[in-house]
């Protein structure tokens, strides 16, 4: 079992959906999660970092955590053509700032206008 | 508003040829890493080093090494470029901002290559 699961896709929604990104992980030891925006022929940039279970709200973006499933989320309200990218959900020990990161595989989102 | 960079964006190079992938940040921050992302299989970690001249690998280290001479600069070398290794590279630095806020950054990448 991978460490951390994401679906794929390609998920294409119009303009303006709701969009829901789900992720699960099976070391229950993660403490840290993070989410990613990946553009074509671009690095991953920082969207969203939560630390355990609950909610985190960035404008438009809300990520979800439910450690007693293991289970990860990303909302995107209003959604953009400019939100089109592959998104990555990372975890983390975190117990020092460099400790490692394992990724997901990524889903790939297409918002048709 | 740079923050990471990464030598090349593109990079063709021949199997037993030596690479070196650069990379520099203007964060002083503390981590860098290098990762490569293939299809299907996502970002996986090389190498990270923590501090000026240390260095620890991660998942797949083999056939890579590493070097951090300064801080914000450091290298990934293959010693003999295969096939296998052809790649995107992106190499990325994390520490802690202002109030202590958690930073990471990525680099462009670089596509590598190797025929």
């Known amino acids: 079992q991978k460490e951390v699961e994401q679906d794929p896709g390609p998920l294409s929604v119009p303009e303006g959906a709701i969009v829901s990104l789900n992720c699960t992980y099976s070391?229950?030891?993660?403490?840290?999660f993070m989410w990613y925006r990946q553009y074509s022929r671009k690095g991953p940039e920082l969207l969203m970092y939560?630390?355990?279970?609950g909610n985190k709200e960035d404008g438009r973006f809300t990520a979800q955590v439910d450690k007693s499933s293991k289970y990860i989320s990303l909302f995107i309200r209003d959604s953009q053509p400019s939100d089109s990218a592959t998104y990555l959900c990372?975890?983390?020990?975190?117990?020092?700032?460099?400790?490692?990161?394992?990724f997901g595989p990524g889903t790939s989102l297409s918002v048709i206008p | 508003d740079v923050k990471v960079t990464q030598s090349s964006r593109y990079l063709v190079k021949r199997t037993g040829e030596k690479v070196f992938l650069e990379c520099v940040q203007d964060?002083?921050?503390?981590?860098m890493f290098w990762y490569r992302q293939d299809p299907g299989l996502g970002l996986r970690l090389i190498y990270f080093?923590?501090?000026?001249?240390?260095?620890e690998k991660g998942d797949i280290p083999e056939g890579y090494s590493v070097s951090r001479e300064k801080k914000e600069r450091f290298s990934l070398i293959l010693e003999s470029a295969s096939t296998n290794q052809t790649s995107m590279y992106l190499c990325?630095?994390?520490?802690?901002?202002?109030?202590?806020?958690?930073?990471?950054?990525f680099g462009p990448g670089t596509r590598l290559t190797v025929t």
């Open positions: 990325a630095s994390t520490g802690f901002g202002a109030q202590e806020s958690y930073e990471q950054y």
């Open positions: 964060m002083d921050h503390e981590n």
């Open positions: 080093s923590y501090d000026v001249k240390m260095k």
């Open positions: 990372a975890n983390s020990l975190g117990e020092t700032s460099y400790d490692k990161v394992i």
């Open positions: 939560t630390y355990s279970s």
């Open positions: 070391n229950s030891a993660f403490q840290y």
